[in-house]
């Protein structure tokens, strides 16, 4: 049995909650793509834990596995187990040796082009851990695998190769100085250290071949997406997107588990009850018109702490999309979903959704294939009756049936425009602050 999960908006839709809360009945939780840009906040009694490259599901004494279709920084992956264990939990984190790595040079180049694209007005607004030149490597096959940090002999090869590129990159090609991130006995030292350790920890796994056969024993499978379905490189509105496949498909190719595997499973879509955005891009339902939607955005963002876990950025604040949400059905064919933050919409004194879009003159239900005609699109709002502030926890201990008739009747409306029932609903940010209708792994 195999759970995946995918975020279907812009990311931070609250996958974590739901990764965690389903994870309890997983043996195994996986990651099929990106790396540390992936900020996610679990909170489990009480306590509050932010990653960013360990799958959420660590916390809860699962497997965590960090598939092929990742990028890993080992800084980043070791500074989370240590500061895990630091706090009396013992993570068991496999990672897969086609993992590719992200080197310090990735980093430099990540924040080096988007300063250049911002003097041209077409910076990205990434998250600058050196996502995008590290993909860029792996598909350029100049990238260094996580089983390279193991052979020594092989990691120097491929460095001298790769950063023989990068200095000239930075040196001739965008006329800066090449720093310590081109230091290839430095990065030796330090990555084939970084392997020793994944070595002696029992860390690195052939990802396809480990899943199989804890399949084989019985072993239950949850795909953990990271960000979402608008920002996947193939889905999304490229170029303000990231550089992997959030989306379903990934998950058996960034793990090495078949795609009727995956299918022959539930996929869930995670949706947040508003809209978030970091980074730059269009977002026809931005709340940022008049000083009314401004105030609207404030209250919302605060209320909802929409701030990038790993950034810190404010986010930028609108109403669910719905093009956007049957686009994101269609790609990862959802059987389900889970509808997060309910609860931040609470007390408004108005709740609208963007329905569709008017472009030239005609109204769509579609999203656009190109950004620029997306950004051309006008929503169409459709205006809910709004729900009351209640007892939120009290709701998560009573059930479906407390939710406010207004908010449930908004989330038939989402369910029905999506094509798949609602399995949860996120009413707090506590994992108990969930209501749940069905659990995948019951299905
Ligand atoms: P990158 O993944 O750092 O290359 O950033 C590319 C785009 O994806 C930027 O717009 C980022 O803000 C966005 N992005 C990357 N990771 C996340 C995430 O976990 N949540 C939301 N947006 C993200």
């Known amino acids: 049995m195999t759970v995946t999960i995918v975020g279907s ?12 809360l389903w994870g309890g009945d997983a043996d195994i939780v996986v990651r099929y793509q990106g790396g540390d840009n992936a900020g996610h906040t679990v909170v489990e009694g009480g306590e509050e834990y932010k990653l960013s490259l360990v799958p959420s599901g660590a916390v809860r004494d699962k497997v ?6 990742c990028v890993v920084n080992p800084r980043t992956l070791f500074d989370e187990l240590d500061g895990l264990q630091e706090r009396g939990l013992d993570p068991d984190v496999r990672v897969a040796k086609r993992a590719h790595v992200i080197l310090p040079y990735h980093r430099r180049l990540d924040g080096i082009e988007e300063e250049v694209k911002a003097d041209s007005g077409v910076k990205v607004g990434t998250t600058g851990r ?15 695998r996580i089983g390279d940090l193991l052979d020594p002999e092989v990691l120097r090869d491929r460095l001298e190769y790769a950063v023989e590129q990068k200095r000239s990159l930075i040196e001739d090609v965008y006329g800066l100085e090449a720093g310590d991130e081109c230091d290839v006995d430095a990065l030796h030292e330090e990555f084939a250290e970084f392997g020793r350790r994944l070595e002696e920890n029992e860390m690195v796994v052939n990802c396809s071949d480990f899943l199989h056969q804890r399949r084989q024993e019985g072993d239950s499978l949850m795909f953990e997406g990271a960000q979402g379905t608008l920002i996947d490189i193939d889905h999304g509105n490229y170029p303000y997107v990231t550089s992997s496949n959030p989306t379903a498909g990934a998950a058996a190719t960034g793990s090495g588990v078949g795609p ?29 018109g008049t000083d009314h939607e401004e105030s609207l955005a404030d209250f919302i963002r605060e209320k909802g702490g929409e701030f990038g876990t790993v950034t810190g950025r404010p986010r930028r604040i609108g109403w669910v999309d719905m093009p956007m949400l049957r686009h994101a059905s269609r790609v990862s064919g959802f059987t389900g979903i889970a509808v997060n933050h309910l609860d931040v919409l609470a007390g408004l004194e108005e709740v609208k959704v963007g329905h569709a879009y008017e472009l030239d003159g005609e109204e769509i239900e579609t999203m656009p294939a190109t950004t620029e005609r997306w950004a051309a699109c006008d929503p169409v709002l459709k205006e809910f009756e709004p729900w009351p502030e209640v007892d939120w926890a009290e709701v998560a201990e009573e059930g479906y049936d407390a939710i406010p008739d207004a908010a449930q009747d908004y ?3 989402l369910s029905e425009e999506v094509g798949a029932p609602v399995y949860a609903i996120g009413v707090g940010p506590d994992r108990a602050e969930t209501v749940e209708l069905t659990n995948p792994f019951d299905r």
């Open 130 to 144: 050196g996502i995008g030149p590290t993909y860029e490597d792996k598909a350029g096959r100049r990238g260094i």
């Open 64 to 69: 965590g596995v960090l598939g092929n279709g």
């Open 411 to 413: 989330l038939d409306y």
């Open 260 to 288: 009727t595997v995956v299918g022959q499973g539930e996929v869930v879509g995670i949706v947040k009850a508003y809209l978030s955005r970091v980074g730059e891009g269009p977002m026809p339902t931005e709340l940022d």
């Open 9 to 20: 908006q812009l990311g931070d839709e609250g996958k974590g909650a739901l990764v965690d």
